[in-house]
């Protein structure tokens, strides 16, 4: 399932809520049914933790324990639990979030009083705030630090880096690098095998998304393993260099597709009315759906307004 951006909000809200929802019967109904968080080592003291929403990346060794993005407040005390038993239950020296949407963030009011720091973008925090076509959470644990291109710490014996590239999936996202485990989180930058999320409102644009990919692609070793954001169902948030490639590749070719329907004369109502999956991506599935059709959006407006 593609969700559109208007779904991820909707989804975001209703998770910090659903908690309070429901008799005890109910809640513990839900539980019985809800799957179990998942934490899958990769690689020197790094590893990913799923459960639902945004991927979380984490990092515990002797000396440190960090957190990339909280999914929603349950899911993140499951990872909190988890990570307890790796450290040794020591406070969680750094929560990072790659950009603002509740699923990547619903989860950091679990975290206070956990966390010495939680860290963002500086426009990613201004929509954490102030999330453009929504409303933030009643209660938040908000970013006390920020930065707008680079960001740097020493955890341990790892070097982690967080990086701004630019506007693309929204104008807050950042790549977070385990250096000495050459492991990148790229957080909804990526979306593996499935049509992104563009969140318009926000700041995305898909130019600048192919651009940003090329230069994360350029900054790293070819061997870097990199998390996902999410994946297309039955696949893993997690692959390689030639994951990247082939995501760069489909953002261009769904702008170079809808380039050349725009230069044969058709209609906006004729380009975006289109189904039929992309040549040469049809793995990514249909565009019938209405996060698919959002990307086809975008690229028609940003070809026609040179945006």
Not at 103 to 117: L, P
Not at 257 to 266: H, M, P
Request: glycine share 10%; proline share 6%; net charge negative.
């Amino acid at each position: 399932m593609s969700p559109t951006r208007r779904d991820f909000l909707a989804t975001s809200a209703a998770a910090v809520a659903g908690g309070m929802i429901g008799t005890p019967e109910s809640a513990l109904a839900r539980q019985a049914q809800e799957p179990r968080g998942v934490f899958t080592p990769i690689r020197r003291n790094v590893g990913m933790f799923t459960m639902r929403g945004g991927t979380i990346g984490w990092l515990v060794n002797s000396d440190a324990l960090l957190e990339v993005d909280s999914q929603f407040p349950a899911e993140a005390k499951v990872c909190i639990a988890g990570l307890n038993e790796r450290s040794g239950s020591r406070p969680v020296d750094c929560l990072i979030n790659t950009h603002h949407h509740g699923d990547h963030t619903g989860g950091n009011i679990s975290f206070r009083g956990i966390a010495k720091h939680v860290v963002a973008q500086t426009m990613a925090a201004k929509h954490m705030h102030n999330p453009p076509g929504g409303q933030p959470p009643a209660d938040q644990l908000y970013p006390d630090v920020t930065f707008d291109v680079v960001w740097a710490t020493d955890a341990g014996d790892e070097k982690v880096t967080a990086r701004h590239y630019g506007r693309a999936h929204t104008s807050g996202d950042i790549t977070i690098t385990f250096e000495q485990a050459n492991v990148v989180h790229m957080g909804d930058l990526v979306f593996h095998r499935r049509h992104p999320v563009v969140d318009r409102a926000a700041g995305a644009t898909l130019r600048g998304w192919a651009e940003v990919l090329s230069n994360v692609l350029a900054d790293h070793p070819k061997d870097a393993i990199y998390i996902f954001g999410h994946a297309a169902t039955g696949l893993q948030p997690i692959g390689t260099y030639t994951d990247l490639v082939r995501f760069h590749d489909y953002i261009e070719a769904v702008m170079a597709a809808v380039g050349s329907e725009v230069r044969a004369g058709r209609s906006r109502d004729e380009i975006l009315a289109a189904r039929e999956p992309l040549a040469g991506f049809e793995d990514y599935g249909p565009f019938g759906r209405p996060g698919a059709r959002e990307v086809r959006t975008c690229a028609y407006e940003e070809i026609m307004t040179g945006a």
